[in-house]
């Protein structure tokens, strides 16, 4: 039976050795599924979810205060209406800098890039 000398050895053992350095150099970005739990829909009220209703018609005898009552009420309604307009833009540009947030943190720095921030600070750096 022949007996692996330490240069037979020698191969494998480097093998062994460098694939946990090499598959540290690979980085697989995970934001599709962190980015789908980041769901901006949830972030949408659900009273938003139904139409702002009508204010309620007037009958056909009201008086000119009664008219002028049904269309504050009115007023009223629609600024809710565009209220909600608001809302959901501001909703959509906070959820968009979120996500952005989220995909800066998972960027993968370099490997030097501890090394780099440890010799010289970024204060330093500028």
């Known amino acids: 039976m022949r007996s692996l000398t330490p ?10 050795c460098c694939a946990p350095l090499a598959s540290g150099c690979v980085s697989t970005r995970l934001t599709p599924p962190i980015l789908a739990a980041l769901d901006c829909a949830s972030l949408i009220p659900q009273s938003y979810r139904s139409p702002v209703p009508p204010a309620p018609l007037i009958s056909t005898n009201a008086t000119a205060g009664e008219a002028l009552i049904a269309l504050d009420a009115q007023t009223t309604q629609l ?6 307009t608001a809302d959901l833009i501001a909703i959509a540009d906070s959820c968009g800098q979120r996500q952005a947030a989220i995909l800066k943190a998972l960027d993968p720095s370099p490997w030097y890039d501890g090394l780099l921030h440890h010799f010289m600070p970024p204060s330093a750096a500028k």
């Open 7 to 16: 240069r037979a050895l020698r191969t494998p053992l480097i093998l062994l």
């Open 79 to 84: 600024d809710q209406a565009n209220g909600r």
